[in-house]
């Protein structure tokens, strides 16, 4: 009875460990850069928000991933908070935002706006290149906005950003069809960077009224995911 128990104890203390590997975050020099240009962070490149909504991005984003009230939604990147206003109302009270920056200014901005609004399903978090800090098992959908061609660190962030997603999570990403140095991200190279992780592409759609498309991914389990040691930088893109 005894070698029994030592046995179950120690197969309870494997499996701990197992899990506890796998929830971990990696820091960013456990990953590669990658092997391309990364933009510098910019202001919006539209004068205004109403300019911006010209172009209906926002309403062809929710009907593309099928947002709905009562979602999580975290806005990697959110910046001034364009989309995180106009989403608050979408999910509603039973829903939530999480607003995640890595700059303090942007940080400051949007904890103001949301706090002018009065949005109370908004959170505002404070993240890494490598790594959006978002609670584990919080999220429905991510989304990544005209911002995935400036980020230092995309295979830390992917990595790191695995935990917080729920059960059928999806990953949207929204970019321009120019290289990473003229501020956009050119969809094979997306595809192959995300794919270096473990993520697997679901759909890929140009939007109108721009020269952006939104391409949407399924995110691996935590224990699928690709090792950090194991990530292969993906070359020959722009």
Same mark, same amino acid.
């Given at each position: ?48 928000? *109403? ?7 926002? #309403? ?40 995640? =920056?890595? *700059? ?6 949007? /904890? ?27 999220? #429905? ?6 911002? &995935? ?49 473990? &993520? ?10 721009? =020269? ?12 699928? /995911? ?8 993906? *070359?020959?893109?722009?």
């Amino acid at each position: 009875m005894r070698v029994t128990l030592t046995v179950i104890f120690a197969a309870g203390l494997l499996l701990s460990a197992i899990v506890c590997g796998a929830l971990a975050q990696a820091g960013a020099s456990a990953f590669p850069k990658p092997d391309r240009p990364v933009a510098d962070i910019v202001s919006p490149i539209w004068h205004d928000e *109403k300019e911006r909504d010209g172009a209906r991005e926002p #309403d062809q984003l929710v009907r593309l991933l099928d947002l709905r009230s009562g979602m999580s939604v975290a806005d990697i990147g959110a910046g001034s908070g364009y989309y995180v206003v106009r989403l608050s109302p979408i999910v509603g009270a039973g829903g939530r935002i999480l607003a995640e =920056d890595i *700059k303090p200014e942007y940080l400051q901005t949007l /904890r103001m706006r949301v706090l002018n609004l009065g949005l109370p399903n908004v959170t505002i978090i404070s993240g890494e290149p490598h790594d959006p800090k978002l609670p584990a098992g919080s999220v #429905d959908v991510a989304i990544l906005v005209h911002m &995935y061609h400036e980020i230092a660190q995309p295979y830390g962030l992917m990595y790191n950003l695995v935990p917080a997603l729920r059960g059928g999570a999806r990953v949207g990403i929204v970019d321009a069809l120019a290289p990473t140095s003229k501020h956009g991200t050119p969809p094979d190279l997306l595809r192959c960077e995300l794919a270096a992780v473990g &993520y697997r592409e679901i759909s890929n759609d140009r939007l109108d009224g721009s =020269d952006a498309y939104l391409a949407i991914f399924a995110p691996p389990s935590l224990t699928s /995911r690709m090792r950090p040691d194991a990530i292969v930088a993906c *070359k020959g893109h722009p």
